[in-house]
């Protein structure tokens, strides 16, 4: 820190706060830094600092990444729409396409529409195809399904018949036939 008069270096422990003066220094009137660009407000010295975070003749830097440009704070939403580093927004207009700054330029909600529209009915069509599909393989098996238990009911009945023969053919012949043979040569044919 330096004296205000002599300009000479001062020690911290060497100075003197008057709280008197520095409230009626806080209280004068004095003009935006901003002056210059336009802004006229005047507030008191004190509240200076908290002008200057709001003024809207204040310099800032774009925060965009990549862009260097420094805008007026009351222009930096108007700065940041029309920004080539600008993020990506939905079009206002609400056709749900997600734009960046060049592309704002020259969209057009119609043909953003239109072109959803024909990927979507695209996606309509190859889920259909892919249902239809399905639905061929379940037919398939369940025609498969169909045949093998019908060819099961002719077995099942085929040896309904065979038994009833079987006890009479036991009654006669008491070692009779094995049925183990019987299924093994029949529920090849099944299969």
Same mark, same amino acid.
């Given at each position: 820190?330096?004296?205000?008069? *002599? ?11 008057? @709280?008197?003066?520095?409230?009626? /220094? ?5 003009? *935006?830094? @901003? ?14 600092? =908290? ?7 204040? +310099?800032?830097?774009?925060?965009n990444d =990549?862009? !260097?440009?420094?805008?007026?704070? =009351? ?15 939905? *079009?206002?207009?609400? *056709? ?29 069509? !190859?889920?259909?195809l892919c ?10 098996? !369940?025609?498969? /399904?169909? #045949?093998? +238990? ?6 099942? $009945? ?8 079987? #006890?009479? $053919?036991?009654?006669? @012949? ?9 299924? =093994? /040569? #029949?529920?090849? @044919?099944?299969?």
């Amino acid at each position: 820190m330096t004296c205000p008069c *002599c300009r000479k270096e001062v020690k911290h422990k060497k100075m003197v706060h008057v @709280n008197k003066l520095r409230k009626t /220094i806080g209280r004068l009137e004095v003009k *935006c830094k @901003n002056a210059e660009a336009g802004c006229l407000v005047t507030c008191p010295l004190a509240h200076r600092k =908290g002008h200057q975070d709001s003024c809207p003749f204040e +310099l800032t830097a774009c925060p965009n990444d =990549g862009c !260097t440009v420094q805008v007026l704070r =009351g222009v930096l939403a108007e700065h940041r729409q029309h920004c080539q580093h600008g993020t990506r927004q939905h *079009c206002p207009l609400g *056709c749900g396409a997600t734009l960046g700054p060049a592309e704002r330029v020259r969209h057009n909600c119609y043909h953003q529409l239109r072109e959803t529209w024909g990927q979507r009915q695209e996606r309509s069509r !190859t889920l259909v195809l892919c249902l239809l599909r399905r639905m061929r393989k379940v037919h398939h098996a !369940t025609n498969l /399904i169909r #045949q093998q +238990l019908a060819q099961l009911g002719d077995f099942l $009945e085929d040896d309904a018949l065979f038994l009833g023969a079987g #006890q009479e $053919e036991t009654e006669a @012949n008491p070692r009779g036939s094995s049925r183990a043979e019987v299924w =093994g /040569i #029949q529920g090849q @044919n099944i299969l």
